[in-house]
């Protein structure tokens, strides 16, 4: 399989916190969503993908987990990533990165003389369709119109690969509705490929093949969605039931008045249970707040 992303045993140590030694690939022609609690890690992982940080470079995994570290973005290593190549990247971090006295045409004219690769119609079409206003400076621009504006950017130098923080976070459901059409239309040539990290798990779990859960600084959970969607679900019993589940099957579970609820693996439960589906949201929650 060739992938757009391929990192394998990434670590990145801050004084409170450590990335440790994850691994993550995204297949070509895929949009993989990351999900992940406030400060799991997400935007770490996600500027040492872009070589806007260094990973350690010596191997450095906690003990038992020493392994080679690298990234490959789009078939080129990140700490010698081309400058021809860079355009092939479209980017999108959750604040807004143009000077905010400008306006949407001179971000226009500016971008023409920094991407070879400019697509004028297509930054028009995307703006038109966002309904962004051509001579408003930026700092009038609502939080919503922005993050528009910097997606219309990110899809109009010809990418093959958008890398996107929280590019729904603070958006109304309509907004959000829109972008993320554009995002499936984008992935509809196989060339291109999206990593997109977000809070609002429904938003993923409407557009992505894969997901990633992150916790912690630790990769806990990256599968094809409808895999997990269907391996895992809930199963509500006693706690004298609970007790007779094989442990290696519970992901997480809460007590409640009635007895106790727990995410499952339903391969792994044997038994005459009733398993009911679990949306993302749940399974991030028991995984992370489970106990
Ligand atoms: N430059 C830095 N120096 C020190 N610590 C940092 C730095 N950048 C991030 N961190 C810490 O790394 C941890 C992970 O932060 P990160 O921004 O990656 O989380 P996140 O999953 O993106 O969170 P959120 O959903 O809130 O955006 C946090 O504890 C944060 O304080």
Not at 8 to 16: C, E, R, S
Not at 69 to 93: C, M, R, W, Y
Not at 266 to 285: M, Q, S, Y
Request: a negative charge.
């Amino acid at each position: 399989m060739e992938y757009a992303i391929n990192a394998l045993n990434i670590t990145k140590k801050y004084k409170d916190f450590t990335l440790d030694n994850v691994s993550l690939r995204l297949p070509k022609g895929s949009i993989m969503g990351l999900i992940g609690e406030n400060g799991a890690g997400k935007t770490t992982l996600i500027k040492l993908l872009l070589g806007l940080q260094k990973f350690e470079n010596n191997n450095s995994g906690s003990a038992g987990k020493k392994s080679s570290s690298s990234i490959t973005v789009l078939g080129h290593d990140i700490q010698n990533f081309p400058d021809s190549a860079k355009e092939d990247i479209g980017v999108v971090l959750d604040d807004c990165c143009f000077p905010e006295i400008l306006n949407l045409l001179q971000i226009g004219k500016i971008m023409k003389s920094i991407y070879s690769k400019w697509d004028v119609v297509n930054f028009n079409r995307y703006t038109e369709y966002f309904n962004l206003p051509e001579k408003k400076a930026l700092k009038d621009y609502s939080k919503g119109m922005k993050m528009k504006l910097s997606i219309a950017v990110a899809l109009s130098h010809d990418a093959k690969l958008l890398i996107l923080d929280e590019p729904t976070s603070g958006l109304d459901p309509v907004v959000r509705d829109e972008i993320l059409d554009v995002f499936m239309d984008f992935i509809q040539d196989e060339e291109h490929s999206i990593l997109i990290s977000s809070h609002i798990t429904s938003d993923l779990e409407k557009i992505c093949d894969y997901i990633t859960f992150i916790n912690n600084g630790n990769i806990i959970l990256s599968d094809v969605k409808d895999d997990i969607l269907s391996n895992l679900g809930i199963l509500k019993c006693s706690h004298d039931q609970l007790a007779q589940i094989d442990p290696s099957a519970i992901r997480g579970y809460k007590r409640n008045s009635f007895g106790v609820s727990a995410l499952v693996d339903r391969h792994k439960v044997t038994g005459n249970f009733v398993i009911d589906p679990a949306n993302l949201e749940e399974i991030l929650l028991y995984s992370v707040r489970g106990k």
